[in-house]
T-cell receptor, first 115, second 112 residues
Framework: DTGVSQNPRHKITKRGQNVTFRCDPI?????LYWYRQTLGQGPEFLTY??????LEKSRLLSDRFSAERPKGSFSTLEIQRTEQGDSAMYLC???WGTGGVETQYFGPGTRLLVL | GDSVTQMEGPVTLSEEAFLTINCTYT??????LFWYVQYPGEGLQLLLK?????DKGSNKGFEATYRKETTSFHLEKGSVQVSDSAVYFC???????????FGQGTRLTINP
């Protein structure tokens, strides 16, 4: 069990560019989550998948954000036309379950800086 | 909506001191409650959890009891160590939902 991995760990981009982040969950986990964390704040939920189905999206996830989990394994989060306000740490987590809230295991995050 | 309020930090203590970090929540129904810890340079790790009222979660000498009457889940440790220096996040998992709702975090520094 290698844990949740995220790539890249850091990304610097210019305003208006598109960026894509990847998350590889713990292999047997069927649920995958994306959160955003700004400096000095706790993580905020963005979206979650059960297998390949995206079951919930936060109102924080504007039209410029899209997430996929095409085969129910890894996931990508794309931000189009980045804005300076998108600068944050993007966290991925995974869990196993079919019922209530299970323990979510977090990756190290991708830190995005939009110049 | 659901929310979590944590004790404002930063908190600085001496080694072997008693620790309390307050956490209160607002939620409908019966949420699950969690404490996560983030050590310097590392990702969030689950520290402990409780899934129903009066449950006590414990790990690594830390404890927290799910108090529905006071909507609280305060984190305690009897004798802190320098290695406990980290940021601590209280979180709730709303009943019937999969997401976690986090507090703003409390930075703890333990001096030798």
């Amino acid at each position: 069990d290698t844990g949740v991995s995220q790539n890249p760990r850091h990304k610097i981009t210019k305003r208006g560019q598109n960026v894509t982040f990847r998350c590889d969950p713990i292999s047997e986990h069927n649920r995958l989550y994306w959160y955003r964390q700004t400096l000095g704040q706790g993580p905020e939920f963005l979206t979650y998948f059960q297998n390949e189905a995206q079951l919930e999206k936060s109102r924080l996830l504007s039209d410029r954000f899209s997430a996929e989990r095409p085969k129910g394994s890894f996931s990508t989060l794309e931000i189009q036309r980045t804005e300076q306000g998108d600068s944050a740490m993007y966290l991925c987590a995974s869990s196993w379950g079919t019922g209530g809230v299970e323990t979510q295991y977090f990756g190290p995050g991708t830190r995005l800086l939009v110049l | 909506g659901d929310s979590v309020t944590q004790m404002e930090g930063p908190v600085t203590l001496s080694e072997e001191a008693f620790l309390t970090i307050n956490c209160t929540y607002t939620a409908t129904g019966y949420p699950s409650l969690f404490w996560y810890v983030q050590y310097p340079g590392e990702g969030l790790q689950l520290l402990l959890k409780a899934t129903k009222a009066d449950d006590k979660g414990s790990n690594k000498g830390f404890e927290a009891t799910y108090r529905k009457e006071t909507t609280s889940f305060h984190l305690e440790k009897g004798s802190v160590q320098v290695s406990d220096s980290a940021v601590y996040f209280c979180a709730l998992g709303p009943q019937g939902a999969q997401k976690l709702v986090f507090g703003q975090g409390t930075r703890l520094t333990i001096n030798p």
